[in-house]
């Protein structure tokens, strides 16, 4: 009983704290309630906002204009963390009327608001479009990821392919050229969105910077004796980077100056006690390495920012919590109590899933002062802080390292301020003159955000869909993307020539006969970013052969991503043949799309998770997991959660024979147990 209390407080807390962030005096802001008018008068809308300025709000008006017409609405958003988030803070607002679609997850589907990822609603488009009858309303959340590097495609679609007789709140963070992508929407959806830009942020941000030790709050004086004057610093002590050597006395003094100079240390305490002394926490501390936010938190243990009432009521929910979700005797959760009794916390995709929700929920409750995480707290997860800091200025964007995009730094600094709370929100930025070049540093922080453009590069398995629907004519469709809109005619001639070296691949491989779809390629359409490999197993009979965990290692090594310098261990004798069985279909596969130019090829398997899939289908406690990988443990749930992903799409796949749908029902049952079981999670909350 005590457990539900506690629980259904901390509901009531997020329920009305949201309210307090975006609607205080229960009157809306002037961009906001010409959002409102133009869905009033069923038109769409795109609406562009710094974060924290209340986009949501107008996407919440929406769900109750159609709820009070018995009208059902879909709310996507880009990765699944987010998606669980809505569903938990809807589900607070609209007691059993949501729903939840995630690949690994399904809970109440015919519900009248569904929150699902763009991929869930990509792919019923294609595959089920009459479930979308009845659908008015879809809100496409965070949409400026339409110009993101892996996921940006599926963005595209999704917006391509929406029925004329839906209407679409798009929600996105400032870029410059939002007029762009709506005249686009305009030109493929043939109706009205009106576009909405709001530059004004309400809770307004003050920029600092903690450089060789100090403080400073004016960019000019941190140019001039932070940097000492000086754009460029060497990366590394006696080495000159400045540029190229000039002739000339004075330029040949400054280099030899420039050549020695070494800045301070940045100490993280002095800022830690800078902040405490100040009165600015709650804090998001963004470092961008799971490692170095761990490091960063427990070098802060001698920090105590909790009163002896907080502390009290911190541990007492960390315990409630932790013992909901069956942590109590995870030796990670034991280990973050110590910290948690002090007001820290870290937050990062590599943790349990379930104890990075314990940890939300008592930052949400102000029981945690100063969380370290890396940008999984930026992407829409509505919790903001008093104060933002950044660790660096420099982030790996998937194949590199780079300084931050300007609209990656405000989607991260517009965390801070508390809307309702906050006159202010005050951002830090932790800089080091050999690290971070002023002119990058000022371009970050006081230049424009970059446009959103598109990366559009359909897979295999949407070329099959297409082919299926338009047969010879599927190129008549890439006219209505993105990315022929935004292209000039050479852009166009190469993206009609993508699509055609692609077409002739699948028709090669026999997905593509004259009245549409083989049976191979029917099979193949149905799964996406794994559909060649799997189809040339099927037609061969090979995915028959595999038992319960020989398909789950398959799979696992299909979606899984090695880490820099993660190395493969000995596999067990029973995974060995499936690897080299599939290297030989992916050596043939690269030959073929080396043959017809495209790239990326198909992505290699990797089998570092086989040793940990054979230990818990035989069941081994999760706890027990690390001997068998280095995998972080929640990237061992995100995996496992993937593969089952897979097997469901596997068992629902047309042409699949009734013994390998038994096999993959069977690893589900096998896999889907305690930690990795995402919907007992969600029942929880």
């Given at each position: 009983m005590i457990q539900n209390v506690n629980l259904n407080f901390t509901a009531l807390i997020l329920y009305h704290f949201h309210a307090l962030m975006y609607n205080v005096s229960m009157r809306y802001d002037p961009f906001q309630q010409k959002a409102i008018e133009a869905i009033d008068a069923e038109r769409s809308v795109l609406v562009s906002a710094p974060t924290g300025a209340g986009k949501t709000a107008i996407a919440e008006y929406a769900i109750e204009k159609a709820f009070a017409r018995n009208e059902r609405v879909i709310y996507t958003a880009p990765i699944k963390a987010l998606s669980n988030q809505k569903y938990r803070d809807f589900s607070v607002r609209y007691p059993d009327q949501v729903g939840l679609l995630t690949g690994d997850v399904s809970l109440n589907p015919a519900a009248p608001l569904v929150i699902m990822t763009t991929e869930i609603y990509r792919n019923q488009l294609?595959?089920?479009?009459?479930?979308?009858?009845?659908?008015?309303?879809?809100i496409f959340d965070e949409v400026h990821y339409l110009d993101d590097a892996e996921r940006g495609t599926v963005w595209e679609e999704a917006i391509m392919f929406s029925p004329e007789h839906v209407r679409l709140v798009a929600l996105s963070a400032t870029a410059p050229n939002i007029e762009e992508l709506a005249e686009w929407i305009r030109s493929i959806l043939n109706h009205p969105i009106e576009v909405i830009v709001e530059t004004h942020r309400p809770v307004p941000l003050i920029h600092l910077f903690q450089c060789q030790g100090k403080i400073?709050?004016?960019p000019r004086e941190l140019r001039r004796e932070g940097y000492m004057g000086h754009d460029h610093w060497p990366s590394g002590f006696g080495r000159d980077f400045s540029g190229p050597r000039h002739r000339g006395r004075r330029q040949f003094r400054q280099q030899s100056h420039e050549r020695f100079l070494r800045a301070k240390p940045n100490r993280t305490d002095e800022l830690i006690r800078h902040l405490s002394n100040e009165k600015k926490l709650p804090c998001l501390y963004f470092a961008f390495g799971r490692k170095r936010a761990e490091e960063l938190a427990w070098e802060q243990e001698r920090f105590d920012f909790l009163s002896p009432d907080?502390?009290?009521?911190?541990?007492?929910l960390y315990r409630t919590l932790c013992e909901r979700f069956d942590l109590l005797k995870e030796s990670s959760a034991v280990d973050m109590t110590r910290l948690v009794e002090r007001g820290i916390a870290f937050h990062h995709a590599g943790m349990l899933p379930t104890l990075k929700e314990v940890i939300e929920q008592l930052f949400t409750s102000k029981l945690i002062k100063l969380i370290f995480t890396t940008e999984t707290f930026a992407l829409g997860i509505n919790m903001p802080a008093k104060t933002v800091v950044f660790d660096e200025l420099r982030k790996f964007y998937?194949?590199?390292?780079?300084?931050?995009?300007?609209?990656?730094?405000?989607?991260?600094?517009?965390r801070a301020g508390r809307r309702g709370m906050d006159t202010q929100g005050t951002v830090y930025a932790r800089v080091n003159p050999h690290q971070t070049p002023y002119p990058a540093l000022h371009r970050i922080v006081y230049g424009n955000p970059e446009p959103i453009e598109s990366q559009f590069n359909s897979c295999y398995a949407t070329l099959l869909n297409l082919y299926a629907q338009f047969g010879k004519k599927l190129l008549d469709v890439y006219p209505r993307s993105f990315h022929f809109f935004q292209s000039n005619r050479k852009g166009r001639e190469k993206g009609v020539a993508a699509?055609?070296?692609?077409?002739?691949?699948?028709?090669?491989?026999?997905?593509?006969?004259?009245?549409?779809?083989?049976?191979k390629g029917e099979f193949a359409s149905w799964m996406y970013g794994y559909e060649l490999l799997l189809s040339e197993m099927l037609e061969d009979g090979y995915l028959e052969t595999l038992g319960e965990f020989r398909l789950s290692a398959l799979l696992a090594a299909l979606v899984f991503e090695p880490r820099k310098n993660q190395t493969l261990g000995k596999l067990p004798g029973a995974v060995e043949s499936v690897e080299k069985k599939a290297l030989r279909y992916l050596r043939?596969?690269?030959?073929?799309?080396?043959?017809?130019?495209i790239y990326p090829p198909t992505k290699l398997p990797?089998?570092?998770l086989a040793a940990a899939i054979e230990a818990w289908m035989g069941g081994c406690a999760f706890g027990d997991l690390e001997r068998h990988t280095d995998v972080d443990e929640g990237e061992i749930i995100r995996y496992l959660r993937m593969v089952i992903q897979l097997l469901r799409q596997l068992k629902q796949a047309p042409q699949v024979s009734v013994s390998l749908r038994q096999t993959a029902a069977g690893a589900i049952q096998k896999i889907n147990r305690g930690?990795?079981?995402?919907?007992?999670?969600?029942?929880?909350m």
């Open positions: 294609f595959e089920d479009p009459a479930r979308l009858k009845n659908t008015v309303w879809v400073y709050d004016d907080e502390k009290t009521r911190a541990s007492a998937g194949t590199h390292f780079a300084f931050l995009r300007t609209r990656d730094y405000f989607q991260m600094a517009g699509i055609e070296r692609k077409l002739a691949l699948l028709k090669e491989l026999g997905h593509l006969g004259d009245a549409g779809l083989t049976v043939h596969l690269h030959t073929l799309e080396a043959r017809h130019k990797h089998f570092h930690l990795v079981d995402a919907e007992r999670q969600l029942r929880n």
